[in-house]
């Protein structure tokens, strides 16, 4: 069975990046697509952007167009998120998710995979 599992995260001033690594282990790593996911304080978890076979990268939060971007390493077996220019909104739990399909979706339903979660503090 494979597993998700996330890292990188931490406390950050606004104006600060983050690398957030999503590392697969128990399985193999055909994953159609794969997708950041956040949950803030009080709120729903939200789909943030994920990647495709099919159409590549999709955003779902323009907040964090031209300053979030993903990517992954299939030799490595993970996922990754760029994350700069951070600002306070942007704290949150931060969950990486994948799926078989080769489509992206915002839906939580839609994926099989999910990591623990790991959490991003932007705060001066």
């Known amino acids: 069975q494979v597993q998700l599992v996330e890292s990188g995260g931490g406390l950050v001033q606004p104006g600060g990046s983050l690398r957030l690594s999503c590392e697969a282990s128990?399985?193999?790593?055909?994953?159609?697509?794969v997708a950041w996911f956040r949950q803030a304080p009080g709120k729903e978890r939200e789909a943030v952007l994920c990647l495709s076979r099919a159409l590549g990268d999709r955003y779902y939060l323009d907040s964090v167009k031209g300053r979030f971007s993903i990517s992954r390493d299939n030799a490595e077996k993970a996922v990754y998120l760029q994350m700069d220019n951070l600002k306070p909104q942007d704290t949150a739990v931060y969950y990486c998710?994948?799926?078989?399909?080769?489509?992206?979706?915002?839906?939580?339903?839609?994926?099989?995979?999910w990591g623990q979660g790991t959490q991003v503090t932007v705060s001066s």
């Open positions: 128990g399985g193999t790593f055909d994953f159609g697509t």
């Open positions: 998710a994948a799926e078989m399909a080769y489509y992206c979706s915002e839906y939580i339903g839609d994926y099989d995979y």
